[in-house]
């Protein structure tokens, strides 16, 4: 089955999303079975009654569509509802909606002589149609099959295409998925001009930092974030969205940055320079959104441009950030039509500002439009609200209940009474605040009690997480619909993110609802909620992370980070200090696995800052973690007796499990020293593998034993290194614990191809390749490409070792990882055989320099079946 084409499409660095169009009721059976279909391929079907209910109908569906790369069209007899001033079906507005270049496979159902006229019409026009592939069917299991044979030969298409002589320019890195570009719900308007202006000025090169300035409610994030999505040709090495609304500590902006780009901060390596490492070189824009609050560490991005001029820089801000190499771009309100103008039709259709308002009134209420009648109170809204965009989209959120005409009313009414009362605000900014004053008070007394304890949530949130924060609150009960009401207010966004339905707050929102709850008294109350629902589910991810639900953890915990970063902040704040050392300590493994240490030391220094009364367990972990870089970067006598202090301490508060943990890292810690004591840190390690393997630690034993192995490895004993490495295998794999079987796994395949037995180190390694593909761990994945690298430079194969170990280069440059010499096994082989076949080897690495991760996976693995989705 064929269908038009598009140039190339998506490697499985995202998931594909099929957006599927029918009736609902008619065809709800053969909805299931393409659902299916299109999950059974690892893909992501994209179908209303999944998504963001509270979004007017034409609205969501318009918004999927723009997300969407393939087109699904499944028609029976019904030609579908046509709503209230609308000339044509949903069904038909869906097919219309969707581009001309997506791919469209089309399924009709045989009919008994009872399909509508209109439908019929639509169908003979999509069989006109050269862009569409269409086949009968007859029932929901024969659709099903149609479906995944179509989408499967679909993509084997497109990948061929792909591979073909003349690609399409590279994509860059697979970004995380909290660093990709967030794709809008709602169409831009009114922003080509500073689009462009934008566009130049990245172009350009001229200044590392391009700013956009302006008060909150402008659209800086919006602009940046189409300026983003508007210049991927421009970095051929990646686009990073870096959001730091809920970032409020300046010594937090590297982690942030390091996690949006995948570096790990294990402690090894000072943060900075792993992060000056990998962008170095690299043709990459950062997107940080929201800096304002973090100004003070403003100067980190002169260091960061220093020594990597090729990345650039863009920020939104609502102050200027006065460093070096910054080019300020203010960002004003939408042009609206002068005051001193005739308000006639023809002028609101030419202003931006009045364009907006009538867009999101057409999605408050379909069927709106601008005419004679009402263009004047449109253009009269506008110009109160000086074009900008926050405050107009609130305004024709009213129009579910209100006219333009009444809206301006309320508006000429009500807005100079509430700016008269924060006159200590910029011109635009006390507008702003007042418009949202004038819209929440239209809501219900409970529904505006929740939208300002909402405040307390850190980017985004969960249902489940609201529902946790409403016992005793006055809309306890009612989480759902209030939502939904704020939700068509405008007040509040609606997403989803891996599957689940996730709300947020735009910054403005969320500052003002805080302002509001602490005015109100209940800011502690609400902060204390939020830190004990979190609390809960720490306590309740936590175990998993030492066995077989360790990947499903850390991508729960990663999803929820910035509201874990702010339960600590809550709890330190409320001078809960006991109970944010547990909170720290619980997560010990996730922080190790994700890479998070230096975030976590910036609380634990401020918990010890406050010299408040703390137990003797949270003053050993916060010493514990405010150790843990020092241990690796400026090792010393007093590091070494700081983390013997720890010992102590966890040992007088009865926590043995975590007195054996800090004995292991006072031991690694002797053996960063000028003159290490390899006696004495072998003999602590051995002592601290026996009491974890009597308490029943696994994780910690595991992790341990190859502590051990890499220490026996450089004292010269291959023998007693793998079999520590067999050891720490042997323990994470009957435990499930991925990230201690990747890491033990790759140094035992490195062992096994330095003793030559090949074949048994490619087996290793095809195996940790797949266990750090599973975790997400890229470095885990480097190491596994540097094996199967030194496997095909052993068999004589000079084009895979090139492209292989060219491949891992660039994963490692990238996160900012480079490898201890002394484990580096791959390149003897690899120049061994460079020696041998030097333009094999040549010709691989100039392949494999362009590879993304899932490329790099499938070239490695070829012919097996991987589950790529997140790559």
């Known amino acids: ?51 963001a209910r509270p979004h007017p109908p034409r ?109 399409a320019p590279a994509a ?21 001009r500073e689009l462009a202006d934008v566009r130049e000025l990245l172009a350009s090169g001229d200044q590392r930092v391009l700013s956009l300035i302006g008060p909150g409610g402008t659209g800086k994030s919006r602009l940046a974030i189409e300026a983003a999505r508007e210049t991927e040709d421009l970095f051929p090495d990646g686009t990073y969205f870096v959001p730091l609304e809920g970032v409020l500590e300046p010594q937090l902006l590297l982690p942030t940055i390091g996690f949006a780009l995948g570096i790990r901060d294990n402690g090894e390596a000072a943060l900075e320079e792993r992060i000056s490492r990998a962008l170095a070189d690299r043709r990459v824009l950062l997107v940080l959104d929201n800096f304002e609050q973090i100004v003070d560490a403003a100067p980190v991005l002169v260091r960061l441009y220093t020594v990597a001029p090729m990345a650039s820089f863009l920020v939104t801000s609502r102050i200027v950030l006065r460093i070096r190499g910054e080019q300020v771009y203010e960002v004003g309100g939408l042009v609206a039509p002068g005051a001193d103008a005739p308000a006639t039709l023809q002028r609101a259709r030419r202003s931006a500002a009045c364009l907006l308002f009538a867009d999101r009134a057409q999605a408050a209420k379909p069927g709106f439009e601008l005419t004679e009648d009402n263009a004047a109170a449109v253009i009269a809204i506008c110009r109160r609200l000086e074009g900008l965009p926050l405050a107009i989209e ?23 009474l509430l700016t008269a009362g924060v006159r200590d605000l910029p011109d635009r900014h006390r507008t702003m605040r007042a418009t949202i004053d004038w819209g929440v008070s239209l809501l219900p007394a409970h529904d505006r009690d929740l939208l300002e304890d909402l405040g307390v949530f850190a980017t985004r949130f969960t249902l489940e997480a609201v529902e946790a924060i409403s016992p005793g609150r006055s809309w306890e009960g009612g ?85 874990l970063r702010a339960a600590v902040r809550h709890l330190v704040y409320t001078d809960r200090l006991d109970d944010a050392g547990d909170f720290a300590w619980d997560l010990l493994i996730y922080w190790w696995i994700a890479g998070l240490f230096g975030g976590v030391r910036v609380w634990m220094l401020e918990l010890l800052g406050k010299e408040r009364p703390i137990s003797s367990h949270t003053r050993a972990v916060a010493w514990f973690f405010a150790l843990w870089g020092e241990m690796w970067q400026r090792p010393s006598a007093e ?104 890491v033990a796994g790759n140094h035992r395949a490195r062992i096994l191809l330095a003793r030559g037995e090949v074949d048994a180190a490619e087996e290793g390694c095809v195996r940790t390749l797949l266990v750090s593909i599973r975790l997400h761990h890229e470095e885990g994945i480097a190491y596994g490409l540097e094996g199967l690298c030194a496997v095909a430079a052993a068999r004589g194969d000079g084009r895979r070792a090139g492209l292989l170990s060219a491949a891992a280069a660039g994963i490692r440059h990238r996160i ?42 499938a070239a490695a693995l070829p012919g097996r079946e991987v589950d790529l989705t997140g790559w």
């Open 1 to 51: 089955m064929g269908a038009g084409t598009r140039p190339v499409i998506r490697t499985p660095d995202q998931r594909i999303r099929v957006f599927v169009s029918s009736t609902l009721r008619e065809l709800a059976d053969e909805r299931g079975a393409v659902r299916a279909a299109v999950e059974r391929l690892h893909l992501a079907p994209v179908m209303f009654e999944l998504g």
């Open 59 to 167: 609205a969501l569906y318009r918004s999927y569509l723009a997300q969407s790369d393939v087109f699904i069209g499944v028609y029976g007899d019904s030609y579908g509802w046509v709503a209230p001033d609308e000339e044509i079906s949903g069904l038909e507005d869906e097919y219309r909606l969707a581009p001309p270049d997506m791919p469209k496979l089309i399924y009709i159902r045989a009919s008994g002589g009872t399909r509508e006229p209109r439908l019929t019409a639509l169908i003979d026009r999509i069989r006109s149609d050269d862009t569409a592939a269409y086949l009968p069917f007859h029932d929901a299991t024969e659709l099903g099959d149609h479906v995944a044979r179509d989408l499967a030969t679909l993509l084997a298409e497109r990948f061929d295409q792909s591979r073909g002589e003349e690609p």
């Open 172 to 192: 860059g890195p697979a970004a995380s998925l909290v660093s990709r570009v967030p794709v809008p719900y709602t169409r831009t308007i009114g922003r080509r």
């Open 394 to 416: 609130l305004a024709a959120a009213k129009m579910r209940l209100l006219a333009p005409q009444g809206v301006a009313d309320r508006l000429e009414r009500s807005l100079p």
């Open 479 to 563: 989480s759902l619909d209030g939502l939904a009401a704020l939700v068509d207010a405008s007040l509040v966004t609606q997403t989803e993110v891996e599957g689940r339905a996730v709300f947020s707050l735009l910054a403005i929102v969320r500052e003002y609802a805080l302002d509001h709850l602490k005015t109100r008294g209940d800011a502690d109350r609400m902060r204390a909620a939020h830190a004990d629902h979190y609390l809960a589910l720490v306590a309740r991810l936590a175990p998993a992370l030492r066995g077989a639900g360790q990947a499903d953890a850390v991508a729960a915990l990663g999803l929820e980070l910035p509201n």
């Open 639 to 742: 590091v070494v007796a700081g983390l013997a202090e720890c010992v102590r301490l966890f040992e007088g508060s009865g926590d043995a499990d975590a007195a054996a943990m800090s004995l292991a890292a006072r031991a690694t810690a002797r053996l960063q020293m000028p003159d290490p004591d390899l006696a004495t840190a072998t003999r602590e390690l051995n002592d601290a593998v026996a009491r974890l393997h009597e308490l029943g630690n696994g994780w910690g034993e595991a992790i341990t034993e190859v502590s051990l192995g890499r220490l026996a490895w450089l004292s010269g004993s291959r023998t007693d290194a793998l079999e520590h490495f067999n050891t720490a295998t042997g323990i994470a794999d009957g435990a499930g614990d991925l990230f201690t079987l990747s």
């Open 816 to 857: 900012g990882v480079f490898d201890v010499e002394a484990f580096t096994v791959h390149t003897p082989q690899l120049d061994a055989m460079r020696a041998a076949d030097p333009e094999a080897v040549a010709a691989g690495e100039r392949e494999g320099a362009d590879l993304t991760v899932a490329e790099a996976i």
